[in-house]
């Protein structure tokens, strides 16, 4: 594990310990030494970090030859752009980095269910809302959502969505691939997202809770399980490529 001291990781480690299929190997944060991980002591690697540091972490175990199952968020086209080009140059053939942005049920199935209503609706935005110690706005599966909304609209011959705008201070949120998405900070929240899709006297609003994060865990357990079993060599990304969907 590394960022095991963090939120996420130390619930990570807490789940690796209890699966009787699995033994942690390291339990690493920052100023540790990533070295230590080598194929020989260790088949997969968690990493949930901060944006600033997880692509280095990563391109750093993928040349070392593991596995890696990466929680942590940032990951541009041009970063993942990075690590497949990594892969192409690993020591093992089979290797694998998986990266979801979100491990949690319901945030997957909210990001399928809005990918499948997108088509039917002129009007789709997305609401995230977070603890106020998240350091990335807006959230890496907001992100996510809006560009499979941007993608099933395009590919159904949707234009651009109605938006009478004309001044906008940032109320608006951030246009991701055109699907406006607004950032919510507030004490005593976790992680949540609420997709809104209008048409003309109708809303379908899907969303998504997750109080806890003891509900990312089941979804972290089944990512390294699928890339331990092999069969998923190279860059995977989001969880519902896991799912039977
Ligand atoms: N994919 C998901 O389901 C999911 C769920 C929750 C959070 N996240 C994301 O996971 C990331 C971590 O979230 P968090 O709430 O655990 O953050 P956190 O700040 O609590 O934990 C981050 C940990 O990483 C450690 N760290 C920093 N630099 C490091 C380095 N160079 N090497 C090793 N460890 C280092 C920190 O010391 C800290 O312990 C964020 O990007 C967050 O958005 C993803
Ligand atoms: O708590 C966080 O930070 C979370 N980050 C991920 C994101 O940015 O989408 C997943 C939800 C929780």
Redesign the pocket.
Known sequence: M????????SHVVDAVNGAQDMQLAFA???G?D?MRITPENTDVVVE????S??LD?VLALVKRGVDVVV????WTDERLAKVTAALAEAPRDDQAVFI?????ISAVLADYFAKVAAPYFESAEVIELHHP????AP??TAIHTARAIADARKAAGLGAMPDATETDGGSRGQVVDGVHVHAVRLRGLN?HEEVLLGNAGEQLTIRADSFD?IS?MP?VLLAVRKVADGGHAGLTVGLDKFLDL
């Open positions: 590394v960022g095991a001291k963090g939120r996420m990781g690493l944060d920052a540790d990533l949930f970090t901060v944006p540091v997880s972490n929680g942590t968020t940032g979801a942005p979100n491990f949690a110690t998240k350091v990335d959230s890496g992680a994060r990312f979804g």
